[in-house]
């Protein structure tokens, strides 16, 4: 197995255009479509990132920000943030333009969490570590065990005293 890889090994980007299958009766990307390709694009990329196959643990905070319309193309990126024993993080973040790419802008962006599978245990595997090397990727590095941090706590794996990162933010807990 590979001990380690750059953010870019697994950078996945998507495409889509919104067809009328796609659309809810006011014209406008459903929800539950564009989460189900946020889930298909990060688990390409933590794939990738693991090479092996991944599932979908958690997905933070999901806002719908701009419409994305009928006919609109649609392009989500992926990349891992992160990667823990054998857990991972991956940034998603969606952009709508029209067909001519003329208009670009950012309609959504999310944290996902992917476990990777051994195919022959059928159990959780370790993962490459990740080597950020831009700015961005740098940010998004640090910030991602308190991220997961906060997703244990909300998920009830473990107590808010628990945590190392994040206890301050959750004040005082009674016992």
Not at 13 to 19: D, G, S
Not at 36 to 52: L, P, T, Y
Not at 120 to 143: D, M, N, S
Request: net charge neutral; charged share 25%; glycine share 6%.
């Amino acid at each position: 197995m590979i001990n380690e890889k750059f953010v870019s090994e697994s950078k996945t980007i998507m495409t889509e255009m919104i067809m009328p299958n796609d659309t809810n009766p006011l014209g406008n990307l459903m929800g539950g479509n564009l989460m189900r390709w946020m889930d298909i694009a990060g688990a390409i990329c933590a794939g990738k990132h693991c090479n092996s196959h991944v599932v979908t643990v958690s997905v933070d905070h999901i806002s719908f920000n701009k419409a994305v319309n009928l006919g609109d193309v649609i392009t989500l990126e992926a990349f891992v943030t992160r990667a823990f024993n054998s857990s991972l993080e991956v940034v998603l973040n969606v952009f709508r333009s029209d067909i001519k790419g003329i208009i670009r802008e950012k309609t959504n962006s999310a944290f996902l969490s992917f476990v990777s599978i051994d195919d022959e245990t059928k159990k959780p595997a370790k993962v490459p570590k990740v080597v950020p090397q831009t700015e961005e990727e740098i940010r998004l590095y640090e910030g991602a065990s308190r991220r997961r941090e906060i997703r244990l706590i909300l998920s009830e794996k473990i107590k808010p005293e628990e945590a190392i990162e994040v206890r301050d933010y959750f004040g005082k807990m009674s016992s």
